[in-house]
């Protein structure tokens, strides 16, 4: 009865055997509905990062149906596992401290049921990352499906951005220049539909990247959340799911040294989030691949601003997909380092973007005319980042990008809180502000707290940019001269922990140099006199696991554990 099965599918060994286990294997299967023509059927697991406190997913039921509707189709059979969702908006201390979570939890789902292939769903800044990152480990065929952008915001005839219009009207709040009435009306027109942020934040980069690697269909990253194509790409993809465990193309085959070459060159010519360092980093590092911070400041240093985009340009995403999308801005990438890397739809990353037009030259600019000439991002390293920090220098002033100052320094978050406004704090528009114990281990977390505020009192002055450095990440949608990723970071006994008020501290953006102007022996004296305390953190078990395993910002926050390489552990044993 049962030599209908497919035996090279992976769930086979799961259904097509004549034994006691498999009888009850197909026996729960029919209790769900499944019949006997479902068996020896590609299954294809559909990993749902959705929940009801995830504000940029909530179309994901819907996009869901779609892709189910294209994996029945093409023959296979869907199977929804929802997965942790992480909300960038209201998940504390930091959707980043779950990242690896996610990576881990989309792993074993992958690793324990039977299924052949997968569609991954993400969107939202750390889902994106995380499912690649355990499907990259588990290595069966799998296809990214971006959420898609939320559309522009709209306030007074003005349209606003995510996160970078709302710290841009807070410090116009702060200085008492907004009123009360002005900011909500702000708060209900920056976010009107489902989605991800439509600056070029954190969630359109890592879709962006998540195309560029060759993860997802051909200009599915700049597709509208909302847009009837979305719903099209999401069905397309579910067919698409099928046709990779048939062809047998898994993510190690397209995750490769060249498509993560190509990934960091759209980095750079999007302008995007800082936070994709850590995360292409970690997806390296998963992959066996050599991916050090300079590979990413040589990239940079040839690679044009093309995309005028928030925060570095003027638009939102709406406004790049009207200008052609994101195949018209990989496209007219001057020198994409590997065209010829293939793709999870079977062609080359060139041929998916070949003869992609661009229809609004200011928004997606050519190398003739860019946003900024390269280098969007900086590495730099020096006394106080042994191990290497960045700076998003588009994002920056460019008169701070050289520049000394006094250290003011918070030991952490709640002493920022508690004294950055005061009128008291001894600080100038040349100050250098520096908060500690906001890294992976000192929060936990690695927060984006990056963004440090500027004083109440300075910004009631009129200084709207001053050098801020810390250990944490800032939001891919802020601004401003911040050093971020400082590493090793305060918590672990970094050079960072030893800074105190008062000490000069000398940033040379062209020279890629971070260093702190103190004599060497009063540094040793620092730190014999401060050894590192206890931790004050409650932690619950989760944190206990991230403190003690995860690695340092330079090495992309994963788990020290987290090394096989992408299908190497062994699958489970069926008896």
Avoid at 49 to 70: A, M, Q, Y
Avoid at 114 to 137: E, I, Q
Avoid at 341 to 346: E, K, L, Q, R
Avoid at 363 to 378: E, F, K, N, T, W
């Amino acid at each position: 009865m049962h030599n209908h099965h497919k035996k090279n599918l992976r769930s086979a060994r799961w259904f097509a055997a004549d034994d006691l286990r498999s009888f009850g294997h197909r026996s729960r299967a029919k209790q769900m509905g499944w019949d006997d023509g479902d068996f020896g059927k590609p299954v294809i697991a559909v990993i749902n990062t959705w929940n009801e406190l995830n504000t940029c997913h909530t179309h994901f039921p819907e996009r869901v149906s779609d892709i189910k509707r294209g994996i029945v189709e093409a023959g296979g059979v869907p199977a929804e596992l929802p997965a942790l969702s992480l909300g960038e908006q209201l998940m504390k201390p930091s959707a980043m401290m779950y990242r690896n979570f996610l990576a881990l939890e989309t792993e074993e789902l992958l690793r324990a049921y039977p299924v052949d292939g997968a569609v991954l769903l993400g969107g939202c800044d750390k889902t994106t990352p995380g499912v690649l990152m355990g499907a990259l480990s588990a290595n069966l065929p799998a296809i990214y499906v971006p959420a898609g952008a939320m559309l522009r915001g709209h306030w007074r005839g003005r349209t606003l951005g995510s996160g970078t219009d709302v710290w841009k009207h807070w410090a116009d709040r702060q200085a008492g220049e907004l009123s009360e009435c002005a900011w909500r009306g702000i708060e209900g027109g920056i976010a009107r539909t489902p989605g991800t942020c439509m600056t070029m934040g954190t969630a359109a980069t890592m879709m962006l990247l998540a195309e560029a690697l060759g993860m997802s269909l051909p200009g599915a990253a700049s597709l509208p959340a909302v847009d009837a194509e979305h719903r099209r790409m999401a069905r397309a993809a579910g067919v698409r799911a099928v046709r990779l465990v048939r062809d047998d193309i898994r993510p190690a085959d397209i995750i490769t040294a060249a498509a993560l070459e190509n990934a960091v060159c759209a980095l750079m010519a999007a302008g995007g989030s800082t936070n994709a360092i850590i995360h292409l980093t970690a997806l390296a590092r998963r992959a066996g691949i050599e991916l050090p911070l300079e590979r990413f400041e040589e990239i940079a240093a040839q690679t044009p601003l093309l995309a005028n985009l928030k925060p570095s340009g003027e638009y939102v995403m709406e406004d790049l997909h009207r200008a052609g999308g994101s195949r018209a801005l990989l496209a007219h990438i001057p020198q994409l380092p590997h065209p010829a890397a293939p793709t999870v739809n079977g062609k080359t990353l060139g041929d998916n973007i070949a003869g992609a037009e661009v229809f609004d030259a200011d928004v997606i600019r050519d190398a003739g005319h860019p946003v900024q000439d390269s280098g969007s991002l900086a590495v730099l390293r020096g006394s106080l980042a042994p191990d290497g920090c960045v700076i998003k220098t588009a994002a920056a002033d460019r008169r701070l990008w050289q520049h000394k100052g006094a250290a003011v320094v918070f030991e952490n978050a709640a002493d920022l809180k508690a004294r950055i406004d005061s009128p008291d704090l001894a600080v100038s528009a040349e100050s250098v502000l520096v908060l500690k114990n906001a890294g992976p281990v000192g929060a936990p977390g690695m927060p984006e707290w990056g963004q440090l505020p500027i004083p109440k009192k300075l910004l009631q002055a009129g200084v709207r940019d001053m050098v801020r450095l810390s250990d944490a990440r800032m939001s891919g949608t802020s601004y401003g001269a911040c050093v971020l990723h400082i590493a090793p970071e305060a918590a672990v006994g970094g050079p960072l922990s030893l800074v105190q008020d008062g000490d000069l501290i000398e940033l040379n953006v062209p020279g890629r140099e971070l260093n702190l102007l103190v004599a060497a022996d009063e540094l040793t004296r620092r730190r014999a006199a401060s050894a590192p305390g206890a931790s004050a953190h409650r932690l619950s078990a989760y944190g206990w696991l991230y403190t003690q395993h995860v690695t340092q910002a330079n090495l992309g926050c994963d788990f020290d554990f987290a090394t096989n390489t992408p299908g190497s552990a062994d699958e489970p044993a069926i008896f």
